[in-house]
């Protein structure tokens, strides 16, 4: 039978990369989760308040909504500060994954009819645009 090459991959990392990986790929699937959240406030919102302002309003709930689900699996033990001060800075952190991200989403359907038509679309490209930036600023800043 052949060995599983996620087993494989993973012996040959060092704990720390392993470590990182694993962060990763739970902070991925938060992200994930945080991008259909992001889409249904966005809908939800956008006819009344316009697109703007509804991607403005999504960000910081689901911003909150992320740190929480990431202070306790992805990061669990880590950053023992006061939780609301790590909020803040979680948030304040993660300003340079929403310059990337809603800048995106902003320009996208500002320029592009079709993504000004699916939201959805200029959504993802923006999760995209500040995944890593926001992982890693989270990782080194927030949650050390």
Do not use: E, K
Not at 33 to 62: C, E, H, K, Q, R
Not at 74 to 92: C, E, K, P, S, W
Not at 99 to 127: M, S
């Amino acid at each position: 039978m052949p060995a599983d090459p996620i087993a494989l991959a993973t012996r040959r990392l060092s704990p720390a990369h392993a470590l990182l990986a694993r962060q990763f790929g739970q902070f991925a699937v938060i992200g994930a989760f945080g991008f259909l959240w992001d889409t249904a406030i966005v809908y939800a919102s956008a006819p009344l308040v316009g697109p703007y302002v509804a991607g403005v309003i999504s960000f910081v709930i689901v911003g909150t909504i992320n740190w929480l689900a990431n202070r306790f699996w992805t990061y669990r033990g880590l950053g023992h500060d006061a939780m609301h001060r790590q909020l803040v800075r979680f948030l304040i952190t993660n300003a340079v994954g929403f310059v990337l991200n809603r800048g995106t989403y902003f320009a996208l359907i500002a320029t592009q009819p079709l993504f000004h038509q699916h939201l959805v679309l200029a959504i993802a490209a923006g999760a995209g645009a500040g995944m890593f930036v926001n992982f890693f600023l989270s990782r080194w800043l927030v949650f050390r």
